[in-house]
């Protein structure tokens, strides 16, 4: 095993016991390392599996490193506490559901059950969810379960002018975490909050897993929010054996709550800590790597790490510049093709297409569809996320959790049987009076007349059988049963339609997915239901991805981190679209679209492909684009330029001008822009030029010829102004 490794990852996976830090550059083989070190320990230090924790943030690289310690160290892979961080909290609050004060039945709610219950808490509390917007609620309540604050610790928050918003989110959080107690549910963030909450609470209980865990792994520990962060370093206090493997480089999720200081500072923490680079990359070519190097060279906060490759040097990055985004679209489907004619060892499943933005897939989609090109857009909608799936997963999760609300509602009105609110309000009151479940509650209401609906009789026979045939019947068995007795599947199979029977086809899908699940647990308990249910609700969107489908792959670059291509297209490489226009306003959220920027990058095995149009619509209206700053962070000899020839066009449309503010970023207002026929290669609509007056400019009209011309300049810190270019002076900024 260790002779399969290169020195800097021997030195990291047979370093000593405490703090380590494993800084490990894009392709430089980290998932190798991971695996080596637990397999190291194990059969080299005789450390018992069940003692090692190893998180990841995906389930799909938790699945690739347990296949391979099945390769390593045989059985005792499967004793080993790995997932995600996700389902190690969960796997923690089912052990402590009692200090918890969970019931047995515990659902996981997404986003969607969360905005759910969230209309109800605001509705409940008498706000105005036009002033209230549930979607604005999540999104606090989410980024503070991030930073691992409750409903208590918020409310200290209010101060001053916002003390009034804060309190009244803050009566919103309090009831929200009230509501979710109450019908036994949790949402993501509580995973880790609850965990961390019962550790730090209970010190038995602390020392009781400090001592269980002797080992601790993180991976993509860049990519931790404040939260996971306080869960690692609980449950590693004991040894602190806390060995942690990340890039500051690849730190691309602060807008979900990731903080990047956790690993910049893990020295801090650890004084005493043993750092190590992995520099040496497999995966691209010399001029690809040199090229990201030299885009990401440009942040302050990272820590010192170059990486180096033995591949060849390899072609030149491409940099082609389009009119407009179809001509973008057009260019993309060109090399492509190209490619593909030139290297037969090139298929569409090598081949990416990275988008800063999902509405830059459409134009894209359109091209592939009238080429017949196949492909596949990563986070559109799952599987799991389909209106019959979510249908199906109700009446499965009502029967794991007679107490969820959401689900009981759901179900019950999935075909319509009437039970309105004023009807689930009895019910709730009756399960509240009598001490029972919601589900006994409605078997109450509805044998004594409280409510008379014909349709809930037929409901509540289907999921007392799924009940009663538990020991009979395996759980595929069951569900179908259960969706075709209550009449779930007669709605559909009544309707006849194309699109109801493709939903049908889905829930078909979903019992295989049923049945797959069961064979592939080792023994046939009654725990089958709720162990699928975590699965499903565990489950994220790039566990889906399927990489040997015979597909070109689209997705945003967010979506890319983890995966490589032989052929990768970063498209819409434009000022206010990559760097983002939201990103220029701030330093640390331009240093991350910086680190965006060279994620994508550093995914490109043999070819790199950037793209940018000179005009594009956006929010409808079309406007004048400037090139990227990350494309001048790229050394000349790196990079190839194919750039528009505005002389082959000649015209006028209505357009946004373009105007700058002091930090780069652009601001768009009604203007006209005119193309003419130019056959002066010297100065060019769209061009950047500098003035040693006015500084840095991008040309928007021209007029005459040669040194005749006259240029409509405009200039980022003085706005328009009208030049002569044999009196200007103006140089071409490359």
């Known amino acids: 095993m260790l002779n399969q490794l290169n020195p800097d990852q021997r030195r990291a996976v047979t370093c000593g016991e405490g703090p380590v830090l494993i800084l490990a550059g894009a392709g430089s083989g980290k998932t ?14 005789g450390v018992r599996s069940d003692s090692i924790m190893a998180v990841t943030f995906t389930n799909k690289a938790a699945s690739e490193i347990r296949e391979r310690l099945k390769k390593m160290i045989g059985p005792e892979a499967g004793r080993l506490r790995l997932g995600t961080f996700h389902s190690q909290g969960l796997r923690i609050l089912r052990e402590e559901r009692r200090r918890a004060g969970l019931a047995n039945e515990l659902t996981v709610y997404n986003d969607d059950d969360q905005l759910t219950l969230l209309r109800q808490v605001i509705q409940e509390l008498g706000f105005n969810d036009k002033v209230v917007v549930p979607k604005s609620m999540l999104q606090i309540i989410n980024q503070a379960k991030n930073e691992n604050v409750g409903p208590e610790e918020y409310r200290s928050t209010a101060s001053g002018a916002q003390a009034f918003i804060v309190e009244r989110t803050a009566k919103v959080y309090e009831l929200y975490q009230k509501r979710l107690k ?4 949790v949402d993501f963030g509580d995973l880790i909050c609850e965990p961390v909450r019962l550790l730090k609470r209970d010190g038995r209980l ?3 897993y400090q001592e269980r865990i002797r080992h601790m792994l993180v991976d993509e520990y860049q990519d931790t929010n404040r939260a996971q962060y306080a869960l690692t370093s609980l449950l590693s206090g004991g040894t602190r054996n806390i060995f942690a493997v990340g890039d500051p480089d690849q730190s691309i999720y602060g807008w979900r709550g990731a903080d990047i200081n956790n690993i910049l500072d893990f020295e801090k923490d650890y004084p005493d800590a043993d750092v190590l680079k992995l520099e040496e990359n497999y995966r691209s070519t010399k001029k690809i790597l040199s090229s990201a190097n030299s885009v990401i060279e440009n942040n302050t906060k990272r820590l010192d790490k170059t990486l180096r490759t033995q591949n060849p040097d390899g072609d030149k990055v491409v940099f082609e510049e389009c009119e407009t985004e179809y001509d973008e679209g057009r260019a993309v489907l060109r090399w492509i093709k190209k490619l593909m004619s030139l290297d037969k060892g090139i298929a569409y499943s090598d081949v990416a297409i990275f988008y800063r933005t999902n509405a830059q897939s459409r134009v894209f989609e359109e091209a592939m569809m009238r080429d017949g090109i196949p492909y596949v857009i990563v986070g559109g909608t799952r599987f799991y996320d389909r209106a019959e799936i979510r249908d199906s997963l109700a009446y499965m999760r009502l029967m794991a959790n007679p107490n969820d609300l959401l689900s009981l509602t759901r179900a019950v009105n999935t075909p319509s049987r009437g039970v309105g609110p004023v009807a689930l309000e009895k019910v709730r009151s009756i399960s509240i009076d009598r001490g029972v479940s919601l589900f006994e509650a409605l078997k109450i209401a509805s044998d004594n007349g409280v409510i008379r609906k014909s349709g809930v009789g037929q409901f509540i026979a289907a999921c007392a059988g799924f009940t009663r045939d538990a020991a009979l019947h395996s759980l595929s068995d069951r569900t179908l049963r259960l969706l075709e007795e209550s009449g779930y599947m007669t709605m559909w199979q009544g309707d006849g339609s ?4 493709q939903r049908v086809e889905n829930i078909f899908e979903l019992i295989s997915a049923i049945k797959e699940f069961e064979a592939a647990r080792a023994s046939a308990d009654g725990r089958a239901l709720q162990e699928f249910l975590d699965h499903v609700a565990l489950i994220s969107d790039l566990d889906g991805i399927e990489e040997k489908i015979e597909r070109i792959t689209m997705m945003t670059v967010h979506s890319a981190k983890g995966l490589e291509f032989k052929a990768v297209f970063i498209t819409g490489m434009e000022e206010g679209l990559f760097p983002h226009s ?3 306003d701030s330093v640390e959220s331009l240093e991350e ?13 043999k070819r790199l492909f950037l793209l940018a149009a000179r005009s594009r619509t956006v929010w ?3 406007g004048w684009r400037t090139r990227s700053r990350f494309l001048d962070e790229i050394p000349n000899e790196h990079i190839e ?6 002389g082959k066009k000649k015209g006028v449309f209505q357009a946004h001008e373009t105007h700058y503010t002091d930090e780069g970023s652009q601001i768009t207002g009604q203007g006209e822009a005119v193309f003419y026929d130019d056959t002066d290669a010297d100065w060019r609509i769209g061009m950047k030029v500098s003035h040693a007056t006015f500084g840095l400019g991008v040309i928007k009209e021209k007029t005459g010829r040669g040194m005749e011309a006259k240029l409509l300049v405009n200039f980022r810190d003085v706005g328009v102004k009208k030049l002569a270019v044999k009196y200007a002076g103006l140089e071409i900024v490359q």
């Open 32 to 45: 190798r390392v991971l695996t080596a070190r637990i397999a190291y320990l194990v059969r080299e230090k």
């Open 182 to 185: 109450e019908m036994n549910c």
């Open 206 to 208: 602390l020392a009781m």
């Open 498 to 501: 194309e699109e109801a029977m």
């Open 582 to 584: 939201r990103s220029v």
């Open 593 to 605: 679209e910086r680190r965006l920027c060279y994620v994508a990058m550093t995914r490109a095995r």
């Open 620 to 622: 409808g209206a079309q």
């Open 641 to 646: 330029f194919i750039e528009f020839d505005a």
